[in-house]
């Protein structure tokens, strides 16, 4: 028989604690049943069993080796499934797959990252990593935005950030709401005026399509260089191997390529944003 | 080089019956002169046939199947039905051609599809000389000459009463050493006739396609960047009825979904060949479309064959076989689509 092991088959994994982030969005503990290491940014497949898979890109801490946290909107057919379990249920990964964050080319910059509604998550994970090792970066800037205050991820964690050494964090929400007593607008009006060193600075930016469009030319506007900005793709991924064709960009597939890719990368591909 | 006659030929691959599943083309009509051919499962006493052109199945169906259980999980229970050892006659130097994109796509990248690389082990691929063309043959067009170079374990090549048989790999070597008895050293007289007669092959087929006037090769990348917004894309997707069978019949095309069932303690994975031509293609959870309409999809399947394969390959994924002219309903032809962009993007220049 072949060599190679199975590229299909899910490992075995529970999922151990769920928690509700917003009415529509979940955090599961997984548990894998085998050793299961990802670099932040990587994504998994994470297989309800006789069910079906989708994409998910860790929001923990990768230095944390024997749990994984997904945090999912109930946005599609395996999503709501998934929303419906209770822990503990056996679920299957399969991965990690594509290339994450580039953490070695960030060092000694001021990072800013840019996250809209759940696209926090991944983001999340990257906040981390780069906690763990601040000493390498010159700052974070954070700014994230939802469309309500109810639709914010992580709440509780948010302020314990701000009040972290090198890290400045600005929210803000679509539309306002009494119980909310913070910025109103999109994402895109708390961009201006970040305290970072525009010739010194990576922006990470993950969200909605729509999101992500008006960020990366805001952006732009401000000077920063396409090179620079980093962005997450999101495509229909079923393989993650670059083998089903499915979630191709122009010469690229996002899940063997990406799905983080500098808009550099993507300027000139036609309809990225679609 | 070796030479086999006629009926030791049938010999041999009555031999090959007893250690293989030994396929070989059939003619669909045998008394129509244009007939089809397809591959059918050789049995004991019936003679191979040698096919004039490629048949009609591409030969990638040999290798990944339209719906197949790639995995069980969590059991034990793994890889796909293991598969036996094969010996397909009739592959042709498109089939070969194409299929190099298919190899591309499941032995390299990120990681190795371990039931394909085995079948691929398990399979001795024996090729021929095309003797003749469907009115939809442009391998040449690519640069594909129609004879094969490489890629075969033995090719045949028809003289006037038997065969020349050229070795290409260690694999058919040693299938010409288990059956040394059919086989006699060629003599230099012989392999003259088969370039005389590979010769005026190409010939008649370069003299076929002459007043197609086709694109050249080296132009299709350019045309796929130049042409990305002219009307051809919307125009030629109006027939297109969104079978996907241009996907499915074509010899490159690799998409596949992955899909699971329930089946008893043991879960299993299918894995389903999956056309671009298809509304839900590139959906994605929450319902964003990037490919929403039939013109974006048709331009899909050319900017992912003539763009994206010379980028990533070196080379475009067509080889000229024709096969999704003649499945199409909807009468689309990959030859008119790439000359009407070449056409809209020269005027737009002017």
Not at chain 1, 36 to 64: H, K, M, V, Y
Not at chain 2, 6 to 32: E, G, M, T
Not at chain 2, 263 to 268: A, I, K, P, R, T
Not at chain 2, 277 to 286: D, F, K, L, M, S
């Amino acid at each position: 028989m072949s060599p190679h092991k199975n590229i299909y088959k899910p490992i075995e994994a529970t999922i151990e604690n769920i928690i509700e982030e917003t009415p529509t969005i979940k955090t599961f503990v997984i548990k894998p049943r085998e050793h299961f290491e990802f670099r932040t940014g990587q994504f998994i497949e994470l297989t309800l069993p006789g069910a079906g898979e989708a994409p998910f890109t860790p929001s923990s801490d990768p230095n944390i080796k024997d749990t994984i946290d997904v945090t999912i909107m109930n946005a599609g057919r395996v999503t709501s499934m998934l929303h419906a379990c209770s822990s503990p249920t056996t679920v299957g990964i399969r991965g990690p797959y594509g290339k994450g964050y580039p953490l070695d080319t960030f060092e000694g910059k001021d990072i800013v990252i840019v996250g809209g509604g759940v696209g926090l998550a991944p983001l999340r994970s990257l906040l981390f990593a780069l906690f763990s090792r601040m000493d390498r970066y010159n700052k974070v800037v954070l700014r994230y935005g939802a469309r309500t205050s109810k639709d914010m991820v992580y709440k509780h964690l948010l302020p314990d950030w701000a009040k972290k050494d090198k890290v400045d964090v600005v929210t803000t929400v679509d539309v306002g709401d009494p119980s909310w007593n913070g910025n109103v607008g999109l994402v895109t009006t708390i961009l201006k005026d970040m305290p970072v060193d525009l010739k010194n600075a990576v922006v990470i930016v993950c969200g909605p399509p729509v999101m992500m469009k008006f960020v990366t030319l805001k952006l732009l506007d401000l000077g920063f260089a396409p090179k620079d900005i980093y962005l997450s793709m999101e495509k229909n991924m079923s393989c993650g191997l670059g083998k089903c064709g499915h979630c191709r960009i122009g010469r690229f597939y996002a899940c063997k390529d990406g799905p983080v890719f500098t808009y550099e990368e993507l300027k000139d591909i036609p309809e990225i944003w679609d | 080089m070796y030479y086999i006659e006629v009926s030791a030929l049938d010999n041999f691959a009555q031999a090959l019956c007893k250690s293989y599943a030994v396929f070989s083309p059939f003619a669909k009509d045998p008394r129509s002169p244009g007939t089809d051919y397809s591959y059918a499962r050789l049995s004991e006493n019936t003679p191979s046939v040698f096919n004039p052109y490629r048949c009609i199945e591409p030969l990638k169906a040999f290798f990944t199947h339209p719906l197949q259980k790639v995995a069980g999980y969590f059991g034990n229970d793994d890889q796909a039905a293991l598969s036996e050892k094969t010996v397909i006659f009739g592959v042709k130097a498109c089939d070969i051609a194409g299929h190099k994109i298919q190899d591309f796509v499941f032995l390299e990248g990120v990681d190795v599809d371990a039931a394909y690389a085995f079948k691929r082990e398990q399979t001795i691929l024996i090729a021929g000389d095309c003797t003749d063309f469907k009115d939809v043959c442009h391998c040449l067009a690519w640069d594909i000459l129609p004879h094969p170079l490489e890629g075969f374990d033995l090719s045949l090549s028809p003289l006037n009463d038997g065969f020349l048989v050229e070795v290409g790999s260690k694999k058919g070597q040693e299938l010409i050493e288990a059956h040394p008895s059919y086989f006699t050293p060629a003599k230099e007289s012989q392999i003259s006739v088969r370039r005389v007669k590979r010769e005026g092959l190409q010939e008649r087929l370069k003299r076929h396609l002459f007043p197609q006037n086709l694109v050249p090769k080296d132009s299709v990348q350019a045309l796929m960047r130049q042409g990305y917004n002219v009307d051809t894309w919307h125009q030629f997707m109006l027939t297109c009825v969104e079978c996907g069978g241009c996907n499915f019949i074509c010899d490159t095309c690799h998409c596949f979904l992955l899909n699971d069932k329930p089946q008893g303690q043991v879960n299993s994975r299918l894995r389903l060949w999956d056309s671009c031509q298809y509304a839900n293609y590139a959906r994605v959870a929450g319902g964003a479309n990037p490919l929403k309409t039939r013109t974006q999809r048709l331009r899909f399947r050319f900017t992912k064959k003539f763009d994206f394969f010379v980028d990533n390959l070196g080379m475009p994924a067509c080889c000229g076989c024709g096969r999704c002219i003649e499945v199409c309903p909807g009468k689309i032809d990959i030859r008119e689509v790439l000359k009407d962009v070449a056409k809209k993007v020269a005027a737009a220049k002017t």
